[in-house]
């Protein structure tokens, strides 16, 4: 099961391109992995150097999906094998909780954009939609604040809390 192939094939190439504005920090739509831009009274200038810093963002925001999506090809045969287990799923959660955390700096209300990261992984080991939200409250509980960056006990017992969640055990 290819995570890259399959997000690609999953979304249209508009919505992979939307989160290019989702700045790190408190930008129009904080807490997200991109650090090329924050909002137009700081990124905008003359028409030269805005189209330069929306260049910079869309293909920081490209790569940033391509790496998620080295990411997930690692996790996702682990996660979808027939023998998977809680411990599986906990070493995925971990790994992407803890780049997620990097990648955003723990900036802002980069909370948002980690469950963004947790969702995109069930969706694409194949866990219906209408469970994600309800795993993602479970595991991660408000537990995460706003620019704080979290402990890696908590990282830690969110990503055995997911673990256990998905798996029922």
């Not at 920081?60 to 287990?85: H, M, Y």
């Amino acid at each position: 099961m290819g995570g890259r192939d399959e997000l690609r094939d999953r979304r249209p190439l508009r919505a992979l391109a939307s989160g290019w504005r989702w700045g790190v920090g408190e930008a129009d739509f904080n807490g997200g992995p991109v650090h090329a831009w924050c909002c137009p009274a700081d990124s905008m200038g003359d028409p030269e150097h805005t189209l330069g810093v929306v260049t910079e963002a869309l293909i920081e925001w490209r790569g940033w999906l391509e790496e998620l999506a080295d990411r997930f090809d690692r996790f996702l045969p682990l996660v979808v094998s027939g023998s998977a287990d809680a411990g599986d799923w906990e070493r995925a959660a971990l790994h992407l909780v803890t780049v997620a955390v990097d990648r955003t700096c723990a900036d802002g209300s980069w909370e948002g954009h980690c469950r963004q990261v947790l969702g995109w992984f069930l969706a694409l080991a194949g866990i219906p939609s209408e469970r994600h939200e309800p795993l993602l409250d479970r595991s991660i509980d408000d537990r995460f604040d706003t620019f704080v960056t979290p402990s890696n006990l908590l990282i830690q017992d969110v990503a055995e809390q997911l673990g256990r969640a998905v798996t029922g055990q």
